[in-house]
């Protein structure tokens, strides 16, 4: 109690950036847990612990404070509060949502539709869909991460069941033009997923805004607990379970509901919904003064298009620098590096979909900020980058030798 009680006293001012030496710019990976999340979360660890699915006073107390949670997630994201079902996180809810749709269609309905830098999540599911025998189109993307809706448009056919695309994407923090992806697919008939994980908490997100009949998001990317997310299901859905084994979630997914977790994960979505506007207005400010002060160097790019993207994201290639060296020189700072070279440790996915045909690379970072960084470490960073670049380019030189093959920029099927 003590040590929550010491928490919550700094919570104000140090909690977001107070781990270890250095600071962090990885927000886009994890946040840390709000300490008003886990003042919310502390009595259904301990005193109550009883089971939702149990019919006596422990099992009722529990079961009352998951349907509140459930209630606020409804409440400020919309839909109906039976719409929304508990997963361990935005992976579960993505597989969910692909496997459990697809495994409900008819025998006639076996094509889908995903973009080309989705999270792994998705294009993983759906490529072991394939080798059950389903049909996939995986859409290539423009030069600046955006998407072609006459593609997606020309992509479906009479046997497509459903469309997957993110909202924000989690490299390059490009946003996606969801409510007109769900126009288009709404009027062919086929239904949309789409994955909200980076967008809740940055910008406006909503069932009726989004207009997609499913919805993934998660915990821990907005200032809550890792290990629970959440699926929205239009109740017009037809969709099969992943885990069977109890009637839990509408016997969506069986198992016990991690109490504390739910009640963490609906804490966190009120408070970044309250904290949103101010917030994704400091961070855009941040955002802005970063790749002001970057002007000082040559030799890089912004990934991503400039003005439809995340607040809190910033991703450049640097020529001349191997990443692994410039990860190295930058000690002081928890960065995010990313390769379109396939032969390489870093490879990225959707860097290698922003230019298929680029046989020679640039080292990649990605540098996201949130509620812990200062305009200080904003200038910390970008100050100590162009100096270590500089010598870099000097000292190890990079460049010049890296050829690797990506996939070409085709629809696949
Ligand atoms: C982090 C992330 C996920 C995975 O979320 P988990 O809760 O860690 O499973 C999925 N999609 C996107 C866009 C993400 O950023």
Redesign the pocket.
Known sequence: MHLIKALLLCSSFCFYCSAGAQDYFDY?STTPCDPRVVKAMMPYWTTEFGNPHASHAFGERAAFAVSEARQKIARILGGKTTEWIFTS????A?VLAICGVMHAAPQNKKHLIVCATE?K?VLETCKSLVRRGYVLTILPVNQDGSLSLDLLKQSIRPETMLVSI?VAN?EIGVILPIACVAEICHKHGVLLHT?A??AIGNIPVSVSSLGADLISF?G??IYGPKGI?ALYVASHVKIRPLLYGGLQEKGLRAGTVPVPLCIGLAKALEIAEEMRPQEARRLAFLQGIFLQRLQRLKGWRLNGCPNQRLPNNVNISIDGVDSSDLLMSLPDFALSTGSACSSEAHFSHVLAALDPDNIMPPTVLRISFGRGTTEAAVYRLADRLIEVVQTLRITKPAGGKRICKTTKGKIRS
Do not use: P, R, Y
């Open positions: 886009q996180g935005a992976t579960e993505n999270h999540s993110m989690n994955d994980t980076q998660s821990h990317k997310g």
